[in-house]
C-alpha cells in the first residue's frame, strides 16, 4: 500500500504548480484536464481548463488533489473540498483510486456532498488508468444517508447539475418569548438546487418560525439581496430594513439568529454582512461590520 498523507501532497503539488504561471515552461502538447468547482449557488459544478506538469499517474494525482483544495482563480466558484475537511492518504488498486478523507467529512450531507464528490471524481477519473474513485472516512466506506456504501464512482456517476429535489435538514435559531435568548429547532427544507443553501436558511428566519414558543428575529419586509460563501465567511447583503429591528428583540438575538444558522451549515465559520450591497452601519447599538462567529452563550438552553 502506497500513502502519501495531505501535507505531502501539497508540498509536491505547490512545486508542479509554481511554475504553471510560466508560459516557457507550459507543454502545449499536454492534454486540457478540467478541474470542476462548485457554483456560487452550490446547485452545480462547472469546470476551468488546466493543463498539468505531471507525466506519471501518480504525480498527476497528487497535482489535480493539489489543485482542488485551492480556491480557484473565478471568486463566484468554490473549490472542492470545505475547509478544515482534509484527504488523510490515499492507494491505487489497479484503475482504482481509493481515497481516505479524516472523520470531517462526515459532517458533509444532502447536495453540498454529492456535490464535493462530483468534482472529486470528475477531474480525477479524468488522469489515464483511473476508471473509478472510491470514497473512504477515517479508514472506513463512505455511507449514504440511507445507510448503503456508496461504493465505486465512476465520471458518469455524477451529471452535470444535480437537480435533484431532497429535503434537506437544517438547524435555525430564532427569539425566545422575551426575546433575549435564541431557541433552536430543526427543519426539513425543500431543495431543489435552484438556490444556494445559505439562500434558503436566511429566507427561513427572515419567514419566521411555525413552531409555538418560538418568535420572529427579524422585521417584516426585509429581504436577501445577495449571498455567498467564500473562504468559510459568509457574505450576507440585506435591504435597510433589517436595521429597524424588531421591539423586544435584543441586538444579538437578532443577529446571531443569522449567525448561528449560518455556521451550522458545513464550510461556514464566520457571517458578513452588508446592507444594500455596501459595507453594514451600526445595528442599534452593535457594530455591524465586525466578522460574526457562532455564539453558543445566547443559546436558551446554554443558561
Not at 461504493?151 to 456517476?157: H, Q, R, V, Y
Not at 468559510?232 to 424588531?246: G, Q
Amino acid at each position: 500500500m502506497k500513502r502519501a498523507f495531505i501535507t505531502v501532497l501539497l508540498l509536491m503539488a505547490a512545486l508542479l504548480t509554481s511554475c504553471s504561471g510560466n508560459e516557457n515552461n507550459t507543454d502545449n502538447s499536454k492534454n486540457e484536464y478540467q478541474i470542476y468547482y462548485i457554483d456560487s449557488k452550490s446547485s452545480g459544478i462547472v469546470s476551468e481548463g488546466y493543463i498539468p506538469l505531471g507525466d506519471t499517474k501518480e504525480q498527476l494525482i497528487i497535482e489535480l488533489l493539489g489543485v482542488l483544495n485551492k480556491e480557484p482563480a473565478n471568486v463566484t466558484y468554490k473549490k472542492a473540498l470545505p475547509e478544515g475537511v482534509t484527504i488523510m492518504d490515499y492507494r491505487i488498486v489497479d484503475e482504482q483510486l481509493i481515497l481516505n478523507f479524516d472523520i470531517k467529512y462526515s459532517e458533509l450531507k444532502g447536495i453540498p456532498e454529492v456535490l464535493c464528490r462530483a468534482t472529486i471524481v470528475k477531474t480525477l477519473c479524468q488522469i489515464p488508468g483511473i476508471d473509478f474513485v472510491l470514497f473512504n472516512v477515517n479508514g472506513q466506506p463512505l455511507i449514504d444517508s440511507n445507510g448503503n456504501q456508496i461504493g465505486l464512482m465512476t465520471a458518469e456517476f455524477f451529471i452535470e447539475n444535480t437537480g435533484a429535489e431532497i429535503n434537506y435538514k437544517v438547524t435555525l435559531y430564532f427569539a425566545n418569548e422575551t426575546g433575549d435568548l435564541l431557541k433552536k429547532t430543526s427543519r426539513n427544507i425543500f431543495y431543489t438546487g435552484s438556490s444556494s443553501i445559505e439562500e434558503l436558511v436566511i429566507n427561513q428566519i427572515i419567514n419566521g418560525p411555525t413552531e409555538n414558543g418560538l418568535y420572529a428575529t427579524v422585521p417584516t419586509g426585509t429581504t436577501l439581496l445577495n449571498v455567498s460563501t467564500k473562504e468559510s465567511i459568509c457574505y450576507v447583503d440585506l435591504n435597510e430594513k433589517f436595521l429597524e429591528k424588531l421591539p423586544d428583540i435584543s441586538d444579538d438575538v437578532a443577529i446571531y439568529s443569522i449567525v448561528n444558522s449560518l455556521v451550522e451549515l458545513p464550510g461556514i465559520n464566520k457571517v458578513q454582512f452588508r446592507i444594500n450591497g455596501q459595507p453594514a452601519e451600526d445595528f442599534q447599538n452593535t457594530n455591524l461590520g465586525v466578522l460574526f462567529e457562532r455564539n453558543l452563550t445566547i443559546n436558551e438552553d446554554s443558561q
